[in-house]
């Protein structure tokens, strides 16, 4: 029985770190995406897009649920939202 319990700990937990590392693969992902999209836009329109709703659907399909653009006196930002900011 101690046995089987140690087992299923370390399972357990096998699982939950491939899963934080999934959600960290899918955080880059997004954030590469996001910053492709501005770069994409700038390089045609001449300058960086006020807001991401500028970027759909032309550049994304979809504003990004985990970084949110801010252009601040011309320059761009990306912040993390939940979960990229764990």
Do not use: W
Not at 9 to 17: D, G, K, P, W
Request: aromatic fraction near 8%; glycine fraction near 6%; include cysteine.
């Amino acid at each position: 029985m101690v046995v089987v319990a140690a087992c299923v700990i370390v399972v357990v937990l096998a699982v939950r770190a491939v899963g934080n590392g999934s959600q960290s693969m899918a955080c880059a992902t997004d954030l590469r995406t996001v910053k492709s999209a501005v770069e994409a836009y700038r390089a045609e329109h001449g300058f960086y897009p006020g807001d991401e709703a500028a970027l759909v659907p032309g550049f994304l399909r979809r504003e990004s649920s985990l970084y949110n653009y801010v252009l601040t006196d011309g320059t761009a930002a990306y912040v993390p939202v939940a979960p990229c900011t764990e």
